[in-house]
């Protein structure tokens, strides 16, 4: 199956020079009146080579097919994080790499997507949101009624997050995986 270059999305698998490459990054780069173009981050799942190389955005890629499945976190040892599968009870353990910098919202029992490819894990994905306790912030300052201060809360699991003035030490909060935001109170 075909796919055109500003169709390529992070974690999508591509067939080409005689290998499967993982999508990193895909920019768009546009300048004033010459076309645009895509500069698209790639990484070898066998090799680990990574290249950096421009495409037209109506390039066709070839798309590799990659098996999906549903896992959840149980704990992480050294520079693996182990994952079950909820159907057989297996534990997998995957590369700390995969997951990178979001670590600091894997909790136990959270469902995290990894792609295999031939019984491998080459990518994983963690929900769009979490639920996080605020374990350390600064004390809500009295009078302060500005709605758009915001302060740094330490969560569970290390993550910094600003979150509004009103928010204090143990409350739940829902955070967006994919930029680090603060989104509300959690039920």
Same mark, same amino acid.
């Given at each position: 199956?075909?796919?055109?270059?500003?169709?390529?999305?992070?974690?999508?698998?591509?067939?080409?020079?005689?290998?499967?490459?993982?999508?990193?990054?895909?920019? *768009?780069?546009? *300048?004033?009146?010459?076309?645009?173009?895509?500069?698209?981050?790639? *990484?070898?799942?066998?090799?680990?080579?990574?290249?950096?190389?421009?495409?037209?955005?109506?390039?066709?890629?070839?798309?590799?097919?990659?098996?999906?499945?549903?896992?959840?976190?149980?704990?992480?040892?050294?520079?693996?994080?182990?994952?079950?599968? !909820?159907?057989?009870?297996?534990?997998?353990?995957? !590369?700390?790499?995969?997951?990178?910098?979001? =670590?600091v919202y894997l909790m136990p029992n959270i469902p995290v997507v990894v792609a295999f490819v031939?019984? =491998? !894990?080459?990518?994983?994905?963690?929900?769009?949101?979490?639920?996080?306790?605020? =374990?350390?912030? !600064?004390?809500?300052?009295?009078?302060?009624?500005?709605?758009?201060?915001? @302060?740094? $809360?330490?969560?569970?699991?290390?993550? @910094?997050? =600003?979150?509004? $003035?009103?928010?204090i030490i143990g409350t739940k909060i829902k955070v967006d995986t994919r930029t680090g935001e603060?989104?509300?109170?959690?039920?």
């Amino acid at each position: 199956m075909g796919v055109k270059a500003i169709d390529l999305r992070r974690g999508m698998a591509v067939s080409m020079k005689n290998g499967i490459w993982i999508v990193v990054d895909n920019q *768009k780069v546009a *300048k004033g009146n010459w076309r645009s173009y895509q500069v698209i981050q790639l *990484k070898n799942l066998t090799t680990g080579q990574s290249i950096e190389d421009r495409f037209r955005v109506d390039e066709q890629f070839e798309q590799a097919i990659l098996e999906h499945k549903e896992m959840e976190y149980i704990f992480s040892e050294g520079a693996t994080h182990v994952l079950m599968d !909820p159907t057989n009870y297996e534990q997998v353990p995957i !590369p700390a790499e995969l997951i990178g910098d979001a =670590k600091v919202y894997l909790m136990p029992n959270i469902p995290v997507v990894v792609a295999f490819v031939n019984g =491998k !894990p080459v990518t994983a994905e963690l929900p769009n949101t979490v639920e996080l306790v605020v =374990k350390d912030t !600064p004390p809500e300052v009295k009078g302060a009624t500005a709605t758009n201060v915001m @302060k740094e $809360a330490m969560c569970e699991g290390g993550a @910094k997050v =600003k979150v509004p $003035a009103f928010v204090i030490i143990g409350t739940k909060i829902k955070v967006d995986t994919r930029t680090g935001e603060y989104l509300g109170r959690a039920q």
